[in-house]
Each structure stands twice: as C-alpha cells, then as structure tokens.
C-alpha cells in the first residue's frame, strides 16, 4: 500500500524566509511524485511532477527535488502570497489514482 | 487556461437523500477522476473513469456510490442514500492521455448532510 508522510504539519515564516518542506513515501514502482498547492475551500492547484530520484523542477520561489525515499519543496525567500496548503502525492506502480499526504500548512508573515 | 467545472459548489442534503454532483472535464481529457476531502483529513481517491467504465475503486466506493457520463461532456457522482460521514469536499480531476499523467482538480463541490 503507498503511504505519504508529511512534515512539519504546519510552518509559520517570516517573509523572506527561506525553508524546505518534507514529503516521506513508500511505494511500490514510482511513476510519479507530485506536490499540489492548496487555498482554503479550493482544489488542489498542480505545481510539479517528478519522475525519477535526481531530478528538479523549479518555478519562481519553489524548488522540488526527489530522492529514492523523500521529495523536498524548497521554498525560497517567501512571501505572503505563497501561505497555503501543500500537498505531495505519489503514483505507483499501474495505478493511476494519487495517494496524498496529510499537507503542510505554510505561513508566510509580512 | 483551461480548468474543470464542477456544481454547485455547496449541495445541503438530509441524510436518506440522493446526490449528484457535476464535472465538467478539461477538454481533450479521457481520464476522469472523483476524489473526497473530510474536514482536516487527507484527500482521498474514490474512483477513476476511462472509456465509459470504471478503471480503479477505492474501498470508501461501495455500492451506494456510482459515475457515469451521461452526455458526453460532464461527469457526475451519484451518492443514492446519504449518511452524515458523507460530508465532505468532494473533487473531480482530469488527465490527459499520455505520460506525464497529471492531474488537474476542479474547485470542489462542499456536500453537507443533515
């Protein structure tokens, strides 16, 4: 059964801030690791897929990574925009359907 | 950019009752997905729909659930006998075909059952 941990559940930042977030996995043939952002009361928003261990994806202030074991979202100099949910979800072997983590919710104070 | 639809955004229901809940998919995108949020929980999958039937299920989708696409163009979940555990934000993504698989969700519909 893939299983998804994430950590810290919750990280208040002062803006400018920089930190990384962490997401554990087990599953059986990665296919897929994906981080999502998620506002209060709205779906979970795509922001990057990683395929396999090495590989980086960045987009303006974020930067994931993936290892054989763990994924980071490196978040650099935040703002208060960026305040949301994260979520990291796996794809594994020939299953189509994501198994998500638990989110870390991210503060990012002025 | 494109995005899914999905209504009504809140559905208040008493428990017993049947639901329908609407998607309406990214153009061009065959695979069809409804996932469920309960407050302060994970987002967990419920049932995956490619070619006019069921690809994968979840345990939570017992037979009180079921999906069709009725007319080509939405997606619906139907909850036939609502239970109060049935409160939930309810999404629906879609994928493209393809290898990259991504998934891209709709806003949710939020389903309280009285």
């Known amino acids: 059964e893939d299983q998804v941990t994430q950590s810290p559940e919750a990280l208040r930042l002062q803006e400018g801030e920089s930190s990384s977030l962490n997401c554990s996995y087990t599953?059986?043939?990665?296919?897929?690791l994906f981080w999502y952002r998620q506002d209060p009361g709205k779906g979970p928003e795509f922001l990057f897929t990683?395929?396999?261990a090495g590989e980086e994806k960045e987009k303006e202030r974020l930067k994931a990574t993936l290892t054989k074991k763990e994924s980071f979202l490196h978040i650099t100099a935040p703002k208060p925009e960026d305040s949301a949910t994260y979520l990291c979800?796996?794809?594994?072997?020939?299953?189509?359907?994501?198994?998500f983590g638990s989110g870390t919710q991210l503060t990012v104070l002025p | 950019e494109p995005e899914v639809t999905q209504t009504p955004s809140h559905q208040v229901t008493q428990m017993g009752q049947e639901v329908i809940l609407r998607c309406v998919p990214i153009?061009?995108?065959?695979?069809f997905y409804w996932y469920r949020q309960i407050l302060g929980q994970k987002v967990e999958f419920l049932v995956s729909?490619?070619?006019?039937?069921?690809?994968?299920k979840s345990e939570i989708f017992d037979d009180q659930f079921s999906v069709e696409r009725p007319d080509g163009s939405n997606f619906t979940l139907k909850i036939r006998s609502t239970k109060l555990e049935d409160s939930a934000m309810y999404f629906c993504?879609?994928?493209?075909?393809?290898?990259?698989?991504?998934?891209?969700f709709g806003a949710g519909t939020r389903l309280s059952v009285l």
């Open positions: 979800a796996v794809q594994g072997g020939s299953a189509r359907q994501l198994t």
């Open positions: 599953v059986s043939g990665l296919r897929g």
């Open positions: 990683l395929y396999s």
């Open positions: 153009s061009n995108h065959l695979y």
């Open positions: 729909f490619y070619n006019n039937e069921i690809s994968e």
């Open positions: 993504a879609t994928t493209a075909t393809g290898v990259k698989n991504i998934q891209y």
